[in-house]
């Protein structure tokens, strides 16, 4: 065990913003800085309101013996489905990613950072790239393409928030860069995650950039949007591991009120997710871009995401299981600790289920919808006990915050065993209605439990971002 407690304990009516972070108050330029988080908060809970909105409508166009009772717009379902994913998967995950790194920039500028106008215009431009998001979606404008990792509506305004999304948040981490010459203390636990996600995150914008160059001149079609996104977007998923694997960190300390594994341990995990996503810019040179054996390369890369995860994982549990020796129970009335432990069983849900995909039926995304609610219970666990409690803005640790956690896990739990039940008997991916293919009891069965599992699933995220947007909308004070 490391001797360094950087945690205070979930404080249960006393703010953190006093603590490891330093007192904002302090600083001359402590409104500004006060909106800076707020406004990650905002375009982070706002994106996964947007998301939830389309879950609804996509769990019910794809539900049996529900969906033929609506006259759904030509398209519905597949542009429906690039909006939920892209907020739910792109803008949601590099929102949270953006308030880590703000955190950890305050840290290192000890509550004074400089470059502060960078900081305000990236999170000014991720909540202009909100709008232009979702406007093509709206005005009914645009071809919806649905590759992978980040699908598209063919339009200029949907490529234009992309570009600005991008944009803010490579200024976000630069300005953590700029910030790192002249300190002399070594960077505590978040520091060190946060400098690992950017450095990942500009790897990789230049993947991106690689894959443009290649397709410098191309019409923009599903083809176009699957190359332009393939690399770069698998070693998005190293940044999404990265801040997977410090809030896991980050809900056990506080949890526990000290470190919760070694740091050398820790470290490592961070630097094995650096290395790895470095070697990616070196397939555009190893293979011929865009080609079979260059996508099966990016694909393969994707099993380094494993090792850290695994450490981690069995570092934390053998921790929490040697807080139950000596303490003699566990802290299940944190939210934080419940979704630690419950993101444990949901990540473990999705890697299992991982290994029976093939890429054409329904068992794909009953993969990666279960990796991805592990993570989100994660980013739900650090608003309840980390980002609000920084703003002054606690919402406790009653029943209703336990039900929205559970509710959440069982939901997503049961979405994607419905979805691989339905999958494995042929059910297909990326459509609705009769073209899924629910030929058979268990695969119209599998649906059946996939739309339950939805339906209890938003229930919990809705009451997490009610409660979420109220804290916001509440002035910053210490509950007693």
Request: with cysteine; hydrophobic share 55%.
């Amino acid at each position: 065990m490391a001797e360094q407690k950087p945690f205070k304990a979930w404080p249960h009516g006393q703010s953190l913003a006093g603590g490891l972070y330093g007192d904002l108050s302090d600083s001359t330029c402590a409104p500004c800085l006060q909106r800076e988080m707020a406004g990650w908060a905002w375009v982070a809970v706002l994106s996964l309101a947007v998301a939830g909105l389309f879950a609804v409508l996509l769990a019910v166009s794809r539900t049996p013996g529900v969906h033929e009772f609506f006259p759904w717009p030509k398209d519905f379902f597949q542009k429906g489905l690039v909006i939920h994913v892209v907020f739910s998967f792109v803008v949601w995950f590099l929102a949270v990613f953006g308030f880590v790194t703000y955190v950890a920039t305050l840290q290192v500028g000890n509550g004074a950072p400089r470059h502060v106008i960078m900081g305000r215009i990236g999170w000014l431009a991720s909540a202009v790239a909100f709008a232009l998001l979702a406007v093509p979606a709206m005005l009914d404008r645009g071809e919806p393409s649905l590759n992978n990792y980040v699908p598209v509506i063919i339009d200029h305004l949907y490529y234009a928030g992309l570009v600005v999304l991008a944009a803010g948040l490579a200024l976000v981490v630069l300005r953590l860069l700029l910030n790192l010459p002249g300190r002399a203390e070594t960077l505590n636990p978040l520091g060190t995650g946060a400098l690992a996600g950017g450095v990942i995150y500009l790897i990789a914008l230049v993947c991106f950039g690689l894959a443009l160059s290649e397709l410098a001149g191309d019409t923009p079609s599903h083809a176009y949007n699957e190359d332009l996104f393939w690399a770069g977007g698998h070693v998005l998923q190293f940044v999404n591991v990265a801040m997977l694997v410090v809030g896991w960190y980050l809900l056990a300390g506080i949890a526990f009120n000290q470190a919760p594994m070694s740091t050398g341990v820790y470290n490592a995990a961070l630097l094995w997710l650096v290395v790895s996503a470095a070697t990616a810019p070196f397939l555009f040179w190893l293979y011929e871009p865009f080609t079979a054996e260059q996508q099966l390369a990016f694909t393969n890369l994707q099993y380094a995401l494993a090792p850290p995860t695994v450490l981690v994982a069995g570092a934390l549990v053998a921790s929490i299981r040697r807080r139950r020796r000596t303490a003699g129970s566990l802290p299940w009335r944190d939210p934080g600790f419940l979704c630690l432990v419950l993101s444990f069983a949901e990540f473990a849900l999705g890697g299992f289920l991982g290994l029976f995909v093939d890429g054409a039926d329904a068992r794909t995304p009953a993969h990666y919808h279960g990796v991805i609610s592990g993570i989100n219970l994660v980013f739900m666990g650090l608003f309840f006990v980390f980002f609000l409690p920084l703003q002054d803005r606690l919402v406790g640790a009653g029943r209703a915050i336990r039900a929205q956690i559970w509710l959440f896990f069982g939901g997503q739990s049961l979405f994607s065993l419905g979805l691989f039940l339905a999958g494995g008997h042929g059910a297909m991916r990326k459509v609705a209605g009769n073209a899924q293919g629910l030929d058979g009891v268990l695969a119209y069965g599998g649906m059946v439990v996939y739309g339950i599992g939805s339906l209890l699933a938003i229930i919990g995220g809705v009451m997490f971002i009610v409660t979420v947007i109220r804290a916001l909308m509440r002035k910053p004070q210490a509950a007693v």
